[in-house]
């Protein structure tokens, strides 16, 4: 692994110019992000590894503060010369002459969740073809209807430093692995699509954490060829079960999102100025935790050199906080919660969730499945939405069954489920004690990309609308 | 000059690949410059600047083929980028497809296809920022129940460069202007929990020229429309009737059944277009267009993003399926020629019929007026379609009640089917565009 020093060749003091220039006219706080990123992505498709593709990013983003307002750059050219030219840029946000100068700054420690011996991107191609291979052939046996089996493997290695006007100055090296295997099953003219992944801040010992390359392989030609059975999901509202880990979805598009403090902030969601009142059932406590060892929404610190703590946002049903990054929290008057992240030195950060869950209850998971009569069970979803101004938000099932009776029947297909967030969470009438977090395969598209964790124990919610085809 | 130079790189980058041991290669440089803007409450909330730069290097080695990208176009970088390419390249299978294009589909095609302002350098910040304030003032001063979620303003010049080992080495220059404004206005339900309910909604304009943009009122009216229509929204019945879709949705219903006729999905057996050419996919109303050659339009393009030269085709003619979109590997793996579409559509629209949006809804006596769709569920890999909703209730075929929380489903091919009226309002506000559209009949689930 190359040193700090290797990847961006820039001395305290430089910085300490660079941030003396952002600050010259009149910003109260400014901040260098330099990124190095190698990602690399190896494709298998019909049977042969046909692409093998690797990815340098490296840039610097400078960023001055004032007030709610933001200026910006970055440059890919890191000499003193470029990386001044980008404060000067950026510092244009306030007019005032200059501000009182940059502290010295002081490199942080923090505790490191994702320790990794061997990040997958040292791993030989050899041996990530050997995955590959293993997936592809796990799939294809599967099922003699498998018509298409594609695996990709990727992973990077992101090496960022954080030198902000405050003093700090944070390094981290951040590991990235998945493996996503996507099967193609037909009969009689049907095809379906089955879909397995998973992965994390891990190093190749994410194999060791139960799943496998063949078991991805099994697990996307199972769903295909279920989905082969699945008939056409009803229409109209129902309950709901979901299922553990996966289902978090579910929480990140309903009460996530509009929990992010920049809407909060601009006073657009829906939860602007509830703080303190009941916004869900009492069965419902939600918490945003970037602490979560080796999870896909891990991190050290955030993008402006934050370290996270266990936010709860909703504590037994009643609103208790929202996620804040540096900006928001400096508007409303508390503390950042380590959630400013930013897809690359490109953009300036944002509030984003990190590892956004939902606490274990205590119902027996037999018991939630016994006491509905008339309803749908998920457990994998394909994604979903949300409209933070009325909450509504929809997810949409992969892998979805009716229950009649207590009893989980037919699987179906082609539904998108409906709900108003601060309707459907006063309406979660069970929890499980089965919690578990997802693997490792969720990114967050809010106009920029992020890879997020997801956790849920079984739940029910009384009532939602199924969006399917069948009249009842 | 610039281009020049960049082209020179790609070009030697090209060579030294060939001499590194690549049988062949193709490079690509792309460069940007942006500038972006974001006022809120007449406050500049977000300033932008920046340019930046990427080089990409397909390398082939005896149909073996790596991709290797990076930020960096230092010559130490290139070398050091080449050599870990032609070691990827080594130990990948032989694949048979891989490969350049054939050398007679290279060219630039189109003449000027005016796809650069030349009055962008002289636009300037202030500029630019003004607009934004101009666009947000005039977006709330339209009614005192609006609360501003900001608008924005910015512009790119995009530089492509493009060179392969059979001598092709072109480049062209790109602007882009774009402007847009969000609002919210409270919504407050007279009963249930959702205490802080707002409706929201966005509007915009692009244009290759910044003096090509939509006059300001007509953005923020637009916005400011879709918002207010949507309060007291209520939660239709479960049903099946007429669905209109505006051109907003019809829009992105489109760009679905692109993404169904392009070469990967058509392939890997992940479309529902699959083994269709040349046969009835939709009713013959349809009639779809690829043409990268229009002048002026944001898709438009002189080749591909694998230097194949442009030609305009026919999607969908009369209702028959005519092309997939097409790159030469993914026509080489279907036994096809390549379209030109390597990097996808270009400039691709649904031809104008003969309705006007008003004489389109004056003709369903009960169905839904579609503004909105939201969620991951149409699925054209396997032709199913169910998205989230919001809209309009139609009654004896006027507008009436807003209606949201509600989905509607069906499947790709019915719907294609069911389209029944094309209108007649085709307007370019992107590179996919359709007119306003009626389908005979979906499920739409609510209460």
Redesign the interface.
């Known amino acids: 692994m190359l040193s700090f020093t290797d990847h961006f060749g820039i001395s305290d003091e430089k910085m300490i110019r660079v941030m003396e220039t952002a600050l010259s006219r009149g910003a109260e706080y400014c901040d260098i992000f330099f990124e190095h990123t190698v990602e690399n992505q190896l494709t298998m498709e019909e049977g042969i590894v046909r692409e093998g593709i690797k990815w340098i990013s490296h840039g610097a983003g400078i960023r001055a503060v004032k007030g709610e307002g933001t200026g910006y750059a970055y440059t890919e050219d890191l000499s003193l010369e470029k990386m001044n030219q980008a404060a000067l840029t950026a510092a244009a946000i306030a007019d005032t002459g200059a501000s009182p100068p940059p502290v010295a700054v002081s490199e942080v420690l923090f505790e490191n969740r994702y320790p990794v011996d061997d990040p997958v991107t040292g791993v030989p191609l050899k041996k990530k073809i050997s995955w590959i291979e293993e997936a592809e052939e796990a799939a294809r046996r599967h099922d003699p209807r498998v018509i298409k089996v594609t695996v990709t493997m990727a992973d990077s290695l992101s090496t960022v430093q954080i030198a902000t006007s405050e003093g700090r100055l944070l390094r981290d090296t951040r590991p990235m692995m998945r493996i996503s295997v996507s099967v193609v099953a037909e009969t009689d003219g049907n095809r379906q699509i089955g879909i397995s992944s998973g992965g994390g801040r891990l190093g190749s010992g994410y194999f060791e954490t139960g799943m496998t390359p063949a078991s991805h392989g099994r697990e996307a030609a199972r769903q295909a060829a279920l989905l082969l059975e699945a008939v056409d999901a009803p229409a109209g509202p129902m309950e709901l079960i979901l299922a553990p880990a996966e289902s978090g979805v579910f929480l990140h598009e309903s009460v996530g999102h509009p929990l992010e403090a920049d809407f909060i902030r601009k006073k657009t969601s829906t939860y602007t100025d509830r703080i303190g009142d009941r916004v869900a059932s009492e069965l419902v406590t939600v918490i945003d935790d970037g602490t979560v060892i080796n999870n896909r929404g891990a991190i050290n610190f955030d993008d402006e050199g934050t370290i996270p703590t266990p936010t709860v946002l909703i504590e037994k049903g009643i609103l208790k906080g929202f996620m804040h990054d540096r900006i928001s929290a400096r508007y409303f008057g508390v503390e950042p919660t380590g959630n400013g992240r930013r897809e690359s030195y490109k953009s300036p950060p944002l509030p984003r969730m990190t590892v956004t869950y939902l606490a274990a209850g205590e119902s027996d998971p037999e018991d939630i499945f016994r006491s509905t009569k008339k309803g749908i069970y998920c457990k994998s979803f394909k994604g979903g939405q949300v409209d933070i101004s009325n909450g509504d938000f929809v997810f949409v099932p992969i892998e979805a069954y009716l229950v009649e009776d207590g009893k989980v029947t037919a699987p179906v297909k082609n539904l998108t489920l409906i709900g108003n967030g601060p309707d459907v969470m006063t309406r979660v009438t069970m929890t499980g004690r089965d919690f578990a977090f997802s693997d490792g395969r969720w990114t967050c598209g809010k106009g920029q990309q992020a890879p997020v964790g997801v956790g849920l124990p079984t739940i029910k919610i009384s009532e939602i609308t199924v969006g399917g085809s069948e009249l009842q | 000059m610039e281009n020049n130079r960049l082209k020179d790189l790609a070009a030697k980058t090209v060579e030294t690949a060939l001499a590194r041991g690549a049988d062949s290669s193709e490079v690509s440089i792309l460069t940007d410059t942006e500038f972006s803007v974001s006022v809120?409450n007449g406050?500049?909330?977000?300033?932008?600047?920046?340019g930046?730069?990427r080089i990409c290097i397909d390398i082939f080695v005896g149909g073996r083929?790596?991709?290797?990208?990076?930020?960096?176009i230092s010559e130490e970088?290139i070398d050091q980028?080449l050599a870990?390419?032609i070691e990827?390249?080594r130990?990948?299978?032989?694949?048979e497809y891989?490969g350049l294009p054939d050398k007679n589909e290279l060219g630039a095609g189109g003449g000027e296809l005016e796809m650069f302002d030349d009055a962008a350098s002289s636009i300037t910040?202030v500029d630019k920022i003004d607009m934004a304030m101009k666009l947000e003032q005039v977006t709330t001063a339209m009614d005192a129940r609006i609360?501003s979620?900001?608008a924005s303003c910015s512009t790119v010049t995009l530089t492509s460069v493009l060179a392969n080992s059979l001598g092709f080495c072109e480049s062209f220059d790109r602007t882009s202007s774009s402007i847009s404004v969000?609002c919210?206005a409270e919504?407050r339900p007279a009963s249930?929990?959702?205490?802080?309910?707002?409706?929201?909604s966005w509007w915009y304009s692009t244009s290759i020229s910044f003096a090509g943009l939509d006059p300001v009122e007509k953005v923020a009216a637009r916005t400011v429309e879709r918002t207010l229509r949507?309060l007291g929204?209520v939660?239709p019945k479960?049903?099946?009737v007429p669905v209109v879709f505006d051109d907003v949705t019809a829009r992105q219903l489109l760009s679905y059944v692109a993404s169904a006729t392009g070469g990967s999905s058509i392939y890997?057996?992940?479309s529902f277009l699959?083994d269709r050419l040349g046969e009835e996919i939709g009713s013959p109303l349809v009639t779809v267009i690829d043409d990268p050659l229009m002048k002026g339009r944001p898709g438009s393009r002189p080749f591909d993003v694998e230097g194949v030269r442009s030609r305009p085709k026919t999607v969908v003619n009369a209702g028959t399926l005519e092309n997939y979109l097409l790159s030469s590997y993914q026509a080489r793996k279907l036994g096809l020629k390549t379209t030109g579409n390597a990097g996808g559509p270009s400039n691709l629209y649904m031809e104008a019929g003969e309705h006007s949006p008003d004489e389109i809804i004056a003709g369903v006596d009960s169905g839904l007026y579609l503004t909105s769709m939201?969620?991951?569920?149409a699925?054209w890999?396997?032709g199913?379609?169910?998205?989230?909703a919001?809209g309009i209730w139609i009654r004896g075929g006027k507008l009436a009640e807003p209606v949201?929380?509600?989905?509607?489903?069906?499947?790709f091919a019915k719907m294609l089917s069911g389209i029944v009226i094309v209108g007649s309002d085709l307007e370019w506000r992107g590179s996919i565009n359709c007119p306003t559209l009626r389908i005979d009949s979906m499920?739409?689930?609510?209460?």
């Open positions: 809120r406050e500049i909330e977000n300033l932008i600047e920046s930046s730069r083929k790596a991709v290797v990208t990076s930020t960096d970088s980028l870990e390419g990827l390249a130990v990948m299978d032989r694949d891989a910040a609360i979620d900001g969000s919210a919504d249930g929990e959702n205490k802080g309910k707002k409706q929201s949507k929204a939660k479960t049903c099946e890997r057996k992940s699959v939201s969620g991951p569920g699925n890999s396997t199913d379609f169910s998205q989230g919001q949201s929380e509600f989905t509607i489903t069906g499947t499920t739409v689930s609510g209460t």
